[in-house]
């Protein structure tokens, strides 16, 4: 179902609804440029982002984008566990929910 080639069909988004996607792209491409946090900081965040949303074309695009900024192996594994405890503590929290007082 998920496939990398999906990502070809952009130009096709563009030409439906183009003052739409152009604007996210704009948005996006400002978010993640170099500025007060450092791009491979923002990369880092957007895996992390990522791996807790669970978007697979978001992940691959953000690992390769976290590589060219120089990210390492060691902390993409970081961010892995970053995202998980997020993950994990969210659920933990809103489990509190479920109880009585």
Known sequence: MYSMDNVKNLPKLTELAKDATDAFFAYDKAALAEGVIPKKYKELMAIAVALTTQC??????????????????????????????????????????LLEA
């Open 56 to 97: 697979p074309y978001c992940i691959e695009i953000h690992r390769k984008a976290a590589l060219k900024a120089g990210v390492t192996q060691e902390e993409l594994a970081e961010a892995v566990h970053v995202a998980a405890a997020l993950r994990a503590g969210a659920a933990v929290t809103h489990g509190t929910h």
